[in-house]
DNA sequence: CTGAAAGCGCTTACAG
DNA sequence: CTGAAAGCGCTTACAG
């Protein structure tokens, strides 16, 4: 069975009574269904007087353009796809905020998308939002997605925009943040008050925002002249839990690191509560440094000196970059990498003891 | 001018190249679209054969199914709109996650929308969704919005769903949280720990959501014949500056509370932040309750005791009372308490000094 | 300036 | 079991 017929029909609902649509105007009016149409799209042809007529009874009617319909004969679209990972994720939430503010404003409605991380289920959303023929999709992949088998779902759809991850062989527009730079200027923060043994902590090393980001760390370690040895760059899935359950190996060696650098906000919230029931107090005996800037980051014991990627605004600048798209289907693939800036807390960073 | 046609045809785009079409599979099978059409909606009068053959071809041409065109035919819509005031706030994002699980499950998608707390962006943005004739609405409205022009743009769809601000004069179904016995619970929980001079501190008298709180927590205070004289009901904006700022105001008479039921958690984060600033410890000196239960509270200093109303499932729900709407469009209008859940955070409900 | 006709991609009685 | 025809609500050349 054909994956795109799937469930086709379900979940679809009968509306409720007949609507007012273009012909009933047009009798009440008394002018052809043509007339009202060109009324509707503000067309300059139509006589002043039968345009005060005709919306006279769109009003009266209370006429609602149905815009579907219209989409279809013109084969155009005025939605696009939001795909991410799960809005539960702050980051992505300020992400979808700002795309949908800044769709909106130039008048396509955001279909929305969650893949829980799941490729299969990615697959599956994906299925279901081409069957709305969205002019467009900005998706941030779920961990472990393959370039072929989106080609495969989102077929010549030109008009992709991926966020966030890295795709090995998919030529679509990419927006990334400067993960590499991020990592960087965390670790000469860390240098720069004093740290000689510095860690990197979290991450799959698998992942490219992960690889990018300890290549920052290590550039910054490399001209200071300071060495990162492989058992100071720490593997940990990015949640608090597995965080603060791999605190340890941090200390596994003779060598102790007096600081980490951390692959997000997560894992250094994680790697913060490791710490404390070890009875190193974070910041004070070891300083931390987060990426992400999410709320918590403000708020945590000591507050988490990290780096801010403006996920709103990363969303206006996705929403941007899809419509530049739209305009030039032909374009060769582009690539965009967003700034990220250091947001300082002190107590998380503090100087070594 | 028909609010209703502003921008008809704004952000439509033309799309790719002619997409396959069921016309197209019909020839190159040898039968009608008729027959296609059965296949796609698994009809089971079709010949096995025929079937089979029409398949093989949906899947060679990588026919996409176009469900726009058919919900029109059909008279059906298998989308339903969110609107909400921002994603940005976690309580919401988490609930719109759980909204869009739940319907996506259903075979809906979700047409999101955002109104940033503005009665004028909610009629525009209502509108737009609207002419994307989705099945129903899930609408958390805009504070300051008025029920009768609510009716006005979404006419006579009887399919909505009100969650989370009650609107006089509005005949819709209805999801909200038990305010009054999570206030009724914090309450309680300080008279239990010994306070006996007990502060209500933010939100807007005028707001439903913070009325229900302030009886909750006046009933729990009868109920122990305690005081519970006006200058300790203050009112702030739900941010944490202003909270911040009113801190003062608890502290403006002889007769200082020892503890306050805050409107919600960003109130209670901000009271915590004014009272640390005037040299008292909160939880330690001066307890302090929230409500929401959003990230921060979890990692604030000291921990937040505060009401956790699950917006995840509450996005679940709601989404299931709109399905359930959908079934019986004639049913009378519902109104659906969700519980709420005190959460206790040993710390910042510390007992009286 | 306005109308008649065709058509977007699909589905649904109705024949046979 | 399959096909011819009509139609969902809109728009677009094309005449006039």
Redesign the pocket.
């Known amino acids: 069975m054909n994956d795109t017929t799937t469930g086709?029909?379900k979940g679809a609902r009968r509306t409720g009574k007949?609507?007012v649509?273009?012909?009933d105007i047009a009798q009440a009016v008394g002018?052809?269904?043509?007339?009202v149409?060109?009324v509707?799209?503000g067309s300059p042809?139509?006589?002043v007087d039968?345009r005060a007529r005709v919306e006279a009874e769109l009003r009266r009617q209370r006429y609602v353009?149905?815009r579907t319909?219209?989409n279809?004969?013109?084969?155009t679209s005025s939605s696009i796809a939001l795909v991410i990972n799960d809005l539960s994720n702050p980051f992505f939430a300020e992400f979808a905020s700002g795309v949908d503010e800044a769709l909106g404003g130039k008048g396509y409605v955001t279909l929305l998308g969650s893949t829980g991380e799941s490729p299969e289920r990615q697959q599956a959303v994906l299925t279901t939002l081409m069957e709305h023929t969205p002019t467009g999709f900005i998706l941030s992949p779920a961990e472990g997605s393959d370039a072929a088998q989106l080609r495969q779902v989102l077929g010549t759809h030109a008009n992709v925009l991926l966020f966030n991850r890295e795709l090995p062989g998919a030529d679509w527009d990419f927006l990334t943040l400067d993960n590499q730079q991020g990592a960087y200027l965390a670790t000469r923060h860390l240098i720069e008050r004093g740290h000689r043994q510095i860690a990197f902590f979290g991450g799959h090393a698998a992942s490219s925002s992960c690889h990018q980001r300890r290549s920052g760390y290590q550039q910054a370690l490399a001209e200071a002249g300071l060495p990162a040895p492989p058992q100071w760059m720490i593997e940990s899935a990015p949640n608090r839990l597995e965080a603060a359950a791999r605190t340890g190996d941090l200390f596994a060696d003779g060598d102790r690191p007096s600081a980490a650098v951390c692959y997000n906000d997560t894992v250094a919230l994680g790697l913060m509560l490791g710490l404390t029931s070890r009875g190193i107090r974070p910041g004070g005996d070891f300083a931390v440094t987060g990426f992400d800037d999410i709320s918590e980051a403000a708020v945590a014991v000591p507050p988490l000196t990290t780096l801010t990627a403006d996920p709103r605004e990363r969303g206006r600048q996705a929403a941007a970059l899809l419509l530049q798209r739209l305009d030039d289907p032909e374009a060769p693939p582009m690539r965009t990498v967003a700034p990220v800036q250091l947001r300082i807390r002190e107590s998380s960073a503090a100087r070594p003891t």
Not at 31 to 35: D, G, I, K, Q
């Open positions: 086709a029909g007949r609507p649509t273009v012909t002018v052809s269904r043509a007339t149409s060109l509707l799209r042809l139509v006589n039968t353009y149905n319909a219209a279809l004969r013109r084969r």
